[in-house]
């Protein structure tokens, strides 16, 4: 699929996957590339055309050959142009956070969105991020990691960054959906971030990893 190396961390919201991928990305001098902001750019573009994801799903089926979604490489993440423009904080909107795991549940959507995710590993060494990066996108790769926290310590987290965002309720979604849904994917290496400081499980994956043969001087 690809000759290029992928680490695949996948986890519910808030269990600490964005700012670990993208420590664990700068350490080896991978990119950064978090799965969830492409559902999120095409959600935004839902919201503007003003369609219902759960009313009307063929419509927002439709609207993915009408949108564009650009990915490019900024300072070693993907930065993401939608039909031109740079949709910025409406990314984590209230808008987007409502309606993301309904429009990522529709299977056509995430067809189109996992083979974008998919060429990102075409150009270079990543680090992606996600729910079912381990189980579908890169099935393949050796190097897989779920992260995981308790429902209360994800909760703080959200709090904390000032994001009135309803986890419970995109992590029921996301773990119950038919396609691809959040699972612990075969052959993941597992851990419970709730009494780990960042730096800490930056270290376990680094660890790991090194026991794989991965290791910054490797890239
Ligand atoms: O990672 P983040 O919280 O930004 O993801 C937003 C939403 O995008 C998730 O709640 C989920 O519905 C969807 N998503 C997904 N598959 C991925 C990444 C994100 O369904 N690989």
Request: glycine share 6%; proline share 5%.
């Amino acid at each position: 699929m690809s000759t290029h190396h992928v680490v695949a961390i996948d986890g519910p919201a808030a269990s600490g996957k964005s700012s670990v991928s993208r420590k664990v990305a700068e350490k080896l001098g991978y990119a950064f590339v978090s799965s969830g902001l492409m559902y999120r750019a095409f959600t935004w573009v839902v919201c503007e055309v003003g369609l219902d994801p759960e009313a009307d799903p063929d419509a927002v089926v439709a609207l993915l050959d009408k949108t564009k979604i650009e990915a490019s490489r900024r300072d070693n993440e993907l930065f993401l142009l939608v039909n031109g423009s740079d949709p910025g904080d409406a990314l984590t909107s209230d808008y987007v956070n409502g309606n993301v795991s309904k429009v990522a549940k529709i299977p056509d959507v995430r067809k189109a969105l996992v083979k974008q995710q998919r060429a990102c590993a075409e150009a270079t060494d990543i680090v992606m991020e996600g729910r079912d990066i381990g189980s579908v996108v890169f099935p393949d790769t050796p190097y897989k990691f779920y992260l995981d926290a308790s429902e209360v310590v994800r909760a703080r987290r959200r709090a904390a960054q000032g994001l009135g965002d309803e986890i419970a309720e995109r992590d029921r979604l996301d773990s119950t959906r038919k396609v691809s849904p959040l699972k612990v994917a075969d052959g993941a290496t597992k851990i419970d971030t709730s009494d780990l400081t960042l730096p800490q499980v930056v270290e376990a994956l680094l660890g790991q990893l090194s026991e794989q043969g991965v290791t910054p001087s490797s890239t």
